[in-house]
């Protein structure tokens, strides 16, 4: 079901795929026919089908990777996953979010002794690597907006990680900030629930 039935309309029913002018030279459809391609400059602000969509740019490994928030009616829902940490521009355009779905990938003492190999802890442990479940901690113990009624902690590794470990954190993060929103850990390889605000 086409969610931008004007946009999809126009393409024949095909759904375009968004990505910023920079990462859509990079990617590789592995053979098969490309989809119709709509392209933006990272931090570029658009209206798409009634909702206003923000891109900015974040800290992660990758060819011009951004995250989004999405307004719709006075709720704003922020998606920020793929972080090496998170600096001011991610933080303020996190501001006044209602929903967040923020990374919390990693244990740093599993990743430590986990079966990764040295070269790929390292990447996950840097700049642009990957956030760990310490600093999603200290961002809800210190800046998490006041509005935000939902958090959702996503992008877990497998096996640097646990549900159990990932939740702890955030409630006692969540407890010292004394707020009190519904509280999601998204766990990897399951369809998560239909949220609604």
């Known amino acids: 079901m086409c969610g931008l039935p004007v946009i999809c309309r ?9 990505v910023t002018d920079l990462t859509a030279p990079a990617l590789d459809w592995g053979g098969r026919p490309a989809p119709p391609i709509e392209t933006f400059r990272a931090g570029a602000k658009t209206e798409l089908g009634g909702l206003d969509v923000q891109s900015f740019t974040i800290p992660h490994d990758t060819v011009d990777p951004v995250g989004y928030t999405v307004t719709a ?3 704003k829902i922020s998606i920020a996953t793929d972080l090496g940490y998170l600096p001011e521009n991610v933080k303020f355009n996190l501001r006044d979010s209602h929903f967040l779905l923020l990374e919390s990938n990693h244990h740093p003492e599993l990743l430590k002794v986990g079966p990764y190999p040295w070269h790929i802890k390292q990447r996950i442990l840097s700049r642009k690597g990957h956030l760990s479940n310490d600093a999603a901690c200290e961002y809800i113990s210190s800046e998490l907006p006041s509005e935000v009624q939902m958090l959702v902690l996503g992008h877990l590794s ?4 646990t ?11 969540l407890e010292r900030r004394g707020l009190a929103p519904r509280l999601v850990v998204a766990e990897p390889k399951r369809q998560g629930e239909i949220f609604l605000l």
């Not at 126009?10 to 968004?18: D, I, M, T, W």
């Not at 497998?158 to 990680?161: A, K, L, R, S, V």
């Not at 470990?165 to 006692?172: C, N």
């Open 73 to 75: 009616q006075g709720i």
């Open 163 to 173: 549900i159990w470990d990932t939740e702890l954190g955030a409630v006692q993060a």
């Open 10 to 18: 126009a393409l024949g029913g095909r759904v375009p795929v968004f």
């Open 158 to 161: 497998e096996q640097n990680n």
